[in-house]
Every structure is written in C-alpha cells, then in structure tokens.
C-alpha cells in the first residue's frame, strides 16, 4: 500500500493503514486499481472473499482472483446450470406503459422479466436458463419485446446512448455541435466518454445566462423577452446558432429548469426543452424541437434532460434523412 500511495504522490494516513490489517490465515487479494487490499479465506467449510467497497475495484478483483477460484472448486461433474440474459434499454417509455406492453410476452416458466428504472430510462431484463426449449423460448420473447417497444429501444446489451449516438454519426460522418444551458456540459461530458468522439463531436457550449444566448449562439433577444430562456423558440434558436457558427452538419441544443427552484406554474420545475437543427442535403436546415416534464432531484433532471437531448438526435439518425456535410 505505501509503494502504491508513493506512486500517486500520497503518504498513508493512519486510517489507510488499517486496510492492511488481514485476518491470520487469509491470502491477500492484490487490488489492481486501487489501494486498499482484499482478503480471501476459509471459514467452517465456507469460502469467504472480502473485497473493498468501489465497484470498479470489487469488479475487477472479483474477475482476477475470486470468479477463478470459484470455478476451480465446483465439483468436476455437477451440472452447470447457465443463465441466458438478454438486456433492451429503452427511453420514453414509463415503467408501467413497458410493462403492460410486455405483460404476455413471458409466462414466468421458461423466461423470466425484470425492469429496471432509472433517469436513463427503462431497461428490460429478458432471462432463461440454458436448455434449448428455454434458449428458443428467450428468443421468441426478446422478438415480441422490441416489437412492442419499437423505437423507444436505443441499446441492447451493455451498449449506451452515447456511444449508439457516436456509432451513428461516425457510420454517416457527420459533426455535432453542442449549446447546453440547463446540463451545464453533462452531455458534450458523456459524448467525449466514448473513445474517438473527437471524430464527430467539433464543440460544445454552455450558455447558461441569456446573455451568453444572444451573444455566442444568436438568439434573438426579442425571442427570450417573449416566450423566456425556456421555451420552445429558444430551444430552436441555440440549435440552429451553435450549428451555423460552427459549421457543422447538426446541432444539438437544451435549456430548462433544472430546479429545485425557478419553477413557476406555467413553467415548473422540469420543464426541458431540446433542439435539433440539421443542414439537409439541398443546402435548406431542418429544424425539431420536443418538450420534456421531468421529476425528480436537480441531478435526476439534468441526467434525464441530457439522455432525452440525445435520443432526440438518435432517432433523427435512425430516420434515414440526409445531412450535408460542410
């Protein structure tokens, strides 16, 4: 632990130094990312791993040294039971509207159902265990599920909205410029959290006053006096001003209030709206705007605001219309 604290620059505290207190006996679990050590023994005929508690670190001791050992003690010839699992994630699409449009597609038997809500939206967990009456049954299941989901799917798997997004745009080359107010950044951050997305991503705003929406993007100031910062207009403003100063193929606006105050009856707290401004190929620009009410923390609907900022523009790619490059 001091070798690896001294790499970083770091001197252990007296409390870091208590992680290498290990129980006599137990074999020491290294910790490749981080500092604090693991521990694995046996205890009254069980196996007992403990690993510290940052996800990243658990997951990848847990693959290293734990899965392996795991599987060297099952006996030779038990019967390995495999489960199939098959993962949708879907935007737009509330908890209870995807479960009822799922309802008969499983019997509970031969495929089980899980949902999972989160700001990012809904994933649906379709598993089986791995006879081939149960592998069949799974596949019909996950056919019936993205028919009735149709495009509110945006992943399968592991994969996310960004890196869907960054396949996308990449595949059609073609650049996006970004003008956030509300997400303060959140979305050109989670775009440059996929590797090579200096390939379509040219630039990203954040023009939280007004002032930086006249000035850097060209909204109108009548727009904003009339309709305010939140609105539809202005949505449609900052899309089509951080495009044309940046002269790239698309761009991607949002603005709304994020909260917990600055609501107000007309406009509550939630009330997002984002913008898609898109140079068609006969040189004319194409312009979306879609109104969004969130719930939840201030965090929730800044995730929420960003997710639904890109999927807008996910679906706009996923429509087969033409943009000129630039």
């Not at 089986?128 to 592998?135: D, E, H, I, Q, Y």
């Not at 954040?206 to 009548?222: D, H, M, Q, T």
Request: one cysteine or more; charged letters at 25%.
């Amino acid at each position: 632990m001091t070798r690896r604290l001294a790499a970083w620059g770091r001197k252990p505290s007296p409390a870091q130094l208590r992680q290498a207190l290990i129980p006599a006996g137990a074999a020491v679990l290294r910790n490749p990312v981080g500092s604090a050590p693991g521990f694995m023994l046996s205890w009254r005929r069980c196996l007992i791993a403990a690993l510290p508690g940052v996800p990243a670190e658990a997951r990848q001791m847990f693959a290293a040294a734990v899965a392996p050992l795991i599987r060297a003690l099952a006996p030779a010839r038990a019967p390995r039971a495999r489960i199939e699992r098959r993962l949708l994630h879907t935007f737009g699409l509330g908890e209870a509207e995807v479960d009822e449009r799922l309802k008969d597609c499983v019997d509970g038997r031969a495929v089980r159902l899980g949902l999972r809500a989160s700001p990012l939206g809904v994933t649906v967990a379709l598993s089986s265990n791995s006879s081939v009456t149960s592998s069949r049954a799974l596949a019909q299941a996950v056919r019936q599920a993205k028919q009735r989901l149709g495009r509110s799917i945006y992943a399968e798997g592991e994969g996310t909205m960004e890196q869907v997004v960054g396949r996308q745009l990449t595949a059609r080359r073609l650049t996006l410029a970004l003008a956030e107010s509300c997400t303060g950044g959140l979305i050109g951050h989670r775009l440059t959290q996929v590797p090579g997305s200096s390939a379509y991503l040219e630039r990203a705003a954040v023009c939280y006053s007004n002032r930086a929406k006249r000035e850097w993007l060209g909204v109108p100031a009548r727009v904003i006096q009339r309709v305010g910062a939140v609105s539809a207009e202005t949505a449609e403003a900052m899309a089509r001003g951080i495009r044309r100063k940046s002269r790239t193929a698309i761009g991607l606006s949002v603005t709304g209030i994020a909260g917990p105050g600055g609501g107000t009856p007309k406009k509550p707290v939630g009330l997002v709206y984002a913008g898609l401004n898109v140079r068609s190929g006969r040189g004319r620009e194409v312009s979306q705007v879609k109104e969004f009410r969130f719930y939840g923390t201030r965090d929730m609907i800044k995730l929420r605001a960003s997710q639904a900022a890109l999927d807008l523009l996910r679906q706009w790619l996923e429509g087969g219309r033409s943009a000129k490059r630039p």
